[in-house]
């Protein structure tokens, strides 16, 4: 040995890092010997606390995810990996949703023009002279669920039609609590099944699978669930009012909107295509340029602000502020959410931050089974995320080591942190529509759909895990 420089055991350099990762490894003067169970339990620790801080406060969810950006590139550092590798790793994770961002942008532009088109205000016009006051409950559900399909988002669908049922409930005297579970129902069966809804686009990216065919495994799974929410829906309609009065803003769409057949022309433009089997980014493109086109020649809107429109969202005339919203900036925040925290999944994939976590999650489905086991882990999951975006993330990152390819989860995944999360009082996903209806979480117990679907999955046969045990990464 004398005269040579002695050179690291190959059985002490880690997996996967090259010689320029060993020598920014010397830089930091960083040993392998080092405690890693307590540097993981520090990174999550300070990433959990900054969750914390954000909802205690009131402050975006974004300054938690840059937080946790820092730390857990911090901690591919400290492992050895090199800056080029980590920042490669934080690639990889952003290109997986590529796709995705790109939807939501087409969301938002969506949902503006199909207000300022009159598309929206056609729907929620006619639909509700078909409601039976003897079936209240039931209609609310039923109408929520179509309108909710066509939007493909909850936050759209409680804020129109669902005020509008709101404002119904009350002046009927009728359970505010029973009606607004049934609208926190409907309007997540569409945010769950929609081919053009952003959580539906999410799990498609996370888990490289197609959105029709996701949409017809996800009925199958639902159905009975589905069923079961309308019967317990009739029950609760059965002390209906004899009629209802619909609020001026609902009952007068046509004093702001000129409310042709023409309007629908967005609408139908998703709906024929999606028969097809289009792709979604061109149906809802061709669904924009219609309702753009029934803007300018059936609206009389000049082009500025139709441009304004799809940028900003829409802002209506006084006297219908129910519609305002939609637009580009409206999907901002929760873009920067998917592509903070997908950022995450190349760190995680490349690391071993999260092998003892999906080790745990595998361990409890090899006794329970692989759905049973997401669900319990999409609890507090969900309960730390405060979100449906990043629960879904989280849950998939952590569930992985149960299944032997990405495609399985996607159903599971669909049936389980989607809807949990709107079930947690603090969550964006529950507390959000909630607030825009004016009720307290005490609704939850009647949004039979939330949990009747998990509920009903659980039950099925369960078989154990398939995918390989996780080491040290997952």
Request: charged share 10%; glycine share 10%; net charge positive.
């Amino acid at each position: 040995m004398c005269g040579k420089s002695r050179q690291p055991s190959p059985s002490r350099r880690p997996a996967g890092i090259d010689k320029r990762g060993m020598a920014w490894n010397h830089v930091l003067l960083i040993h392998t010997d080092a405690k890693e169970p307590d540097v993981k339990a520090i990174v999550l620790s300070v990433f959990l606390g900054g969750l914390a801080v954000c909802v205690l406060t009131g402050a975006s969810v974004l300054w938690a995810l840059l937080l946790g950006l820092a730390c857990f590139a911090g901690y591919a550092l400290r492992q050895g990996h090199a800056p080029r590798d980590v920042a490669l790793m934080l690639w990889s994770g952003v290109r997986s949703v590529r796709n995705i961002l790109i939807i939501f942008g087409l969301i938002g532009m969506l949902t503006a023009v199909w207000r300022a088109s009159g598309t929206l205000p056609f729907i929620i016009h006619h639909t509700l002279q078909w409601v039976d006051p003897a079936y209240f409950i039931l209609w609310v559900f039923l109408l929520c669920c179509l309108l909710s399909l066509l939007l493909g988002t909850a936050f759209g669908s409680v804020s129109t039609l669902g005020v509008i049922f709101m404002m119904l409930a009350r002046s009927a005297g009728l359970d505010e609590l029973a009606t607004a579970g049934a609208i926190m129902s409907g309007i997540y069966v569409g945010d769950r099944c929609s081919p053009v809804s952003s959580s539906a686009a999410l799990v498609c990216a996370l888990t490289n699978t197609n959105i029709y065919a996701n949409m017809r495994r996800m009925w199958t799974t639902s159905a009975l669930p589905f069923a079961l929410t309308c019967a317990g829906y009739l029950a609760l309609s059965l002390s209906g009012p004899a009629r209802l009065a619909a609020p001026d803003a609902a009952g007068q769409m046509d004093r702001f909107f000129i409310l042709s057949g023409w309007t629908l022309l967005p609408a139908a433009c998703i709906v024929v295509l999606s028969l097809f089997r289009v792709d979604v980014k061109q149906a809802m493109f061709w669904s924009i340029l219609a309702g753009g086109a029934v803007c300018l020649t059936v609206q009389g809107m000049e082009p500025g602000e139709l441009f304004a429109c799809l940028a900003f969202g829409y802002t209506p005339a006084p006297g219908a502020e129910i519609l305002a919203g939609g637009g580009i900036r409206s999907m901002l925040q929760v873009a920067g959410i998917v592509l903070l925290s997908s950022s995450y999944s190349g760190i995680f994939d490349a690391t071993d931050l999260l092998s003892g976590f999906g080790g745990l999650i595998r361990r409890l489905a090899e006794r329970i089974g692989t759905f049973r086991a997401m669900t319990l882990a999409s609890v507090p999951v969900s309960g730390i995320s405060c979100n449906q975006t990043l629960a879904t993330i989280l849950t998939a990152q952590l569930c992985r080591p149960c299944y032997a390819r990405r495609q399985d989860m996607a159903i599971p995944l669909e049936n389980s942190a989607i809807l949990i999360a709107a079930l947690i009082p603090w969550s964006i996903a529950g507390s959000l529509p909630c607030a825009t209806l004016g009720v307290t979480m005490a609704c939850l117990p009647y949004a039979l759909y939330l949990y009747l679907v998990p509920l009903a999955n659980a039950l099925r046969k369960d078989p154990g895990p398939d995918g390989p045990e996780p080491a040290t990464s997952i």
